[in-house]
């Protein structure tokens, strides 16, 4: 079996992995991140959503070993110290959620989309999270949630291993 080296939320995994086995499953089963949930686990609807040296991914559609020498980071990685990360307060402070099984997707494919467009629009917001669904809100209290997580994240300096703008 393949052995891989992955940092995970800042601390560093070696394991032995199947190499058909999915990095959600490596995240949930083996490292304790059940953070990350595995929602149609064909890659339609986002929940799985993590960042993989900055940038997101849904995890059941890449496996462990396409990882090898990566960073990933889980929604349990973006709070620091008891404190939430800003897009994580924003979806709470703007209630971005009604059973919150997509929420931990969509913090981390709006976190990415920050990455590229700071300060996007609504309807930019909208584009960037068309591949994460939620079954349950009409997406408005999402989408001010990333605006309003952007204008708090411009306000903070970048943290290390985030891909903030």
């Known amino acids: ?17 199947e190499p058909r086995l999915l990095l959600v499953h490596l995240l949930r089963d083996r490292l304790g991140k ?3 949930p595995i929602g149609c686990d064909t890659s339609n609807c986002g929940a799985c959503t993590v960042l993989l040296d900055g940038r997101s ?27 939430w990360h800003p897009m994580q307060k924003a979806f709470h402070e703007e209630h971005a959620l009604q059973c919150g099984y997509c929420t931990p997707g969509m913090i981390m494919a709006a976190i990415d989309l920050l ?11 909208r ?3 068309e591949g994460n669904l939620c079954r ?23 943290r290390e291993g985030m891909a903030t703008p």
Do not use: F, N
């Not at 079996?1 to 992995?17: A, C, H, K, L, Q």
């Not at 991914?57 to 462990?64: D, T």
């Not at 349950?136 to 970048?158: F, H, K, L």
């Open 115 to 125: 990455h590229d467009d700071p300060d996007p629009s609504e309807e930019a917001v």
């Open 57 to 83: 991914v849904k995890s059941c559609s890449v496996l462990a070993v396409q990882a090898d020498g990566g960073d990933v980071v889980t929604i349990e990685g973006l709070a620091t110290g008891g404190t």
């Open 136 to 158: 349950c809100t009409g997406y408005c209290t999402i989408v001010r949630a990333v605006r309003r997580g952007a204008r708090e994240m411009s306000q903070e300096m970048p």
């Open 1 to 17: 079996m393949p052995r891989i080296s992955v940092t995970v939320d800042g601390i560093r995994y070696d394991e032995e992995v």
């Open 34 to 36: 059940t953070g990350t």
């Open 127 to 129: 584009e960037g999270l």
